[in-house]
């Protein structure tokens, strides 16, 4: 009995832990700047949704998410699609040289790189193709950034699949493509699945790549639009907790929604 | 169907098409790859021998961005600061994560619920994990502060003060990646066989020793992995920096990513950055080579 109390106490405190910080920036969201510096109170007094109305009405919000959503949906397609094809030969064909391993492991090799290394190189490139500050800036690197995860995914899940389904299919009169489509891809759909939700998160949350190849709200995804307006100087604390918030939502009930198939990605991708 | 000859051209085409597809499928995907990443790469590589800043002509320098490197006191704290700052980090969100784990593994239904709550730090955007210990951290009407005051209380300072932000960015990593190491490393546990286990408890073995002699090296695949992909993650961190701190005050939590860029893109000493960037990349990518071989040592003992 008295391990069950304990066991509780110990749950209360980790969900206290994790949730106490995104509580004082929800309600430091809902009060006035007055309230926040002259009263200093614990919980939102007269709570509004001013500070959300000012960002909405003066900043450039909207564009923010709109970029956010084409840039992050774009490139998540992009990569699902030819990173599956890439890991169904990897995990299928045997090819010259041993082409199929070396090309595996050379895709995790430039995967481990942190992506801070490629920065400089990457901004050069986009530069000279003349694509600062538009989407499909963004979109060619981030879906480049997405296969190499794509593939060393996939490719697990294909591996998993019985080849004898699709070799009984190709007897049937179905062509090696005709099989993957019918038979394979429908297999490997969970996996899709939690491989297409864990690149969105880490595509939608990107920071990096966005501060350095954006300037100006037609290009700026939320993390890069958020981190703008509390750079400045005369932002106030109001203002600063409303972004935080809004820069969170989106994600945050994405991820709320898929939880089942997020928490298995997360593991497997990490045990694989 | 025109005759048999044509039949046997067709089958001898489609059969080349066989042969050639897994080529086809794998091209894409490897030239987007080569092209935006691989070639980048090589391309900084290149930079980093050049002396250039942005407008300026570019003037082949060597290795000499290197050497000045490692003589740069700037460069040689920023790596110190990474260094302590990834060692504590992971250090302690590895014994919590594992603490939890092994508290939790045989209580299902509380998981589950835990699970929810735990799943929002780490797909949160850095960017606003960046403010949201900002907003605790602030010296005027911080929660801190705050709480602190309505204690009694004198204001709280944690990112003026050197030692403090350190810790408070060290506080910021552990909150928001323990989540992960959690879940991992319970997904481990409850792979694990009970039959060793229980037959420890049976011989009258004591809760600790069963954990060093029977669970611990069973676990050590998973929390090996689990250490590597967190330690070189958080080698990369510059988001949550970039928004708290700055890597201030003075040169506190500048960690090397954000050392880099100021270079790069506030000094516009690009061939400089591009080394250090480099540099950084081949200490990752060595200790990912050690690591995967101490692991494979571990798994065929």
């Known amino acids: ?272 | 169907m025109h005759g048999g000859r044509s039949a046997v051209k067709e089958r001898r085409q489609w059969a080349g098409f066989e042969r050639a597809l897994p080529y086809l499928l794998l091209a894409p995907a490897v030239l987007v790859v080569l092209a935006v990443l691989v070639y980048p790469l090589w391309d900084g590589i290149k930079a980093s021998t050049d002396f250039y800043r942005f407008g300026r002509p570019i003037e082949s320098v060597g290795l000499e961005n290197y050497t000045d490197l490692w003589s740069d006191p700037q460069f040689r704290n920023a790596l110190w600061v990474t260094v302590r700052f990834v060692t504590l980090a992971v250090a302690i969100e590895t014994v919590l994560g594992l603490a939890l784990a092994l508290f939790c593994a045989s209580e299902l239904r509380g998981v589950r619920f835990l699970r929810t709550a735990l799943i929002v730090p780490m797909v949160i955007t850095p960017v606003v994990v960046g403010i949201v210990f900002r907003l605790i951290y602030a010296t005027e009407a911080g929660m801190l502060t705050v709480v602190s005051e309505k204690l009694g209380g004198d204001p709280v300072l944690i990112l003026s003060d050197p030692t403090k932000a350190f810790l408070g960015l060290v506080v910021l990593d552990v909150w928001e990646w323990t989540p992960l190491m959690f879940l991992i490393l319970l997904a481990g546990v409850q792979s694990l066989p009970v039959e060793p286990i229980e037959a420890a408890r049976v011989d009258g073995a004591g809760a600790w020793r069963t954990f060093v002699d029977h669970t611990l090296p069973m676990l050590r695949p998973v929390l090996a992995v689990a250490i590597v992909l967190r330690t070189i993650d958080a080698f990369g961190t510059f988001d949550q920096v970039f928004v708290l701190t700055r890597g201030g005050p003075g040169e506190a939590t500048r960690l090397v990513s954000i050392y880099g860029y100021d270079t790069a893109f506030k000094f516009q000493q690009v061939g400089y950055a591009a080394a250090l960037f480099v540099t950084v990349g081949l200490i990752v990518l060595a200790f990912a080579l050690v690591a995967v071989r101490l692991l494979r040592r571990v798994e065929t003992a």
């Not at chain 1, 169904?88 to 199929?100: G, H, N």
């Open chain 1, 1 to 272: 009995m008295t391990g069950r109390v304990a066991r509780g106490l110990v749950f209360g405190l980790i969900v206290a832990i994790v949730l106490v910080p995104l509580y004082w920036m929800a309600a430091t969201s809902l009060k006035s700047n007055k309230e926040i510096t002259q009263e200093g109170t614990l919980y939102p007094q007269d709570p509004s949704l001013d500070n959300f109305r000012k960002l909405f009405a003066e900043k450039e919000f909207g564009h923010y998410l709109l970029n956010s959503i084409v840039v992050t949906g774009v490139s998540v397609l992009v990569s699902l699609v030819l990173g599956s094809l890439a890991a169904y030969a990897i995990a299928r064909f045997r090819l010259v040289l041993r082409l199929e391993r070396r090309i595996g492991l050379a895709l995790l090799t430039v995967r481990i790189v942190p992506a801070v290394v490629i920065l400089i190189p990457v901004y050069l490139l986009i530069l000279k193709l003349d694509l600062l500050d538009t989407w499909l800036g963004l979109i060619i690197i981030y879906t480049a950034l997405n296969i190499t995860f794509v593939v060393w995914m996939m490719e697990s899940f294909f591996r998993e699949i019985p080849t004898d389904l699709e070799e009984a299919a190709m007897v049937d009169g179905d062509s090696r493509l005709s099989a993957f489509r019918r038979i394979v891809v429908p297999l490997a759909a969970p996996g899709l699945v939690a491989t297409a939700i864990f690149a969105v998160i880490v595509t939608f949350n990107e920071f990096l790549f966005a501060l350095v190849l954006t300037a100006t709200p037609d290009a700026m995804t939320m993390p890069r639009g958020t981190a703008t307006l509390i750079g400045r100087i005369d932002v106030d604390t109001a203002s600063m907790a409303a972004a935080g918030v809004l820069g969170a939502l989106p994600i945050v009930i994405f991820a709320l929604i898929v939880q089942r198939h997020l928490v298995r990605g997360l593991t497997l991708g990490a045990i694989k």
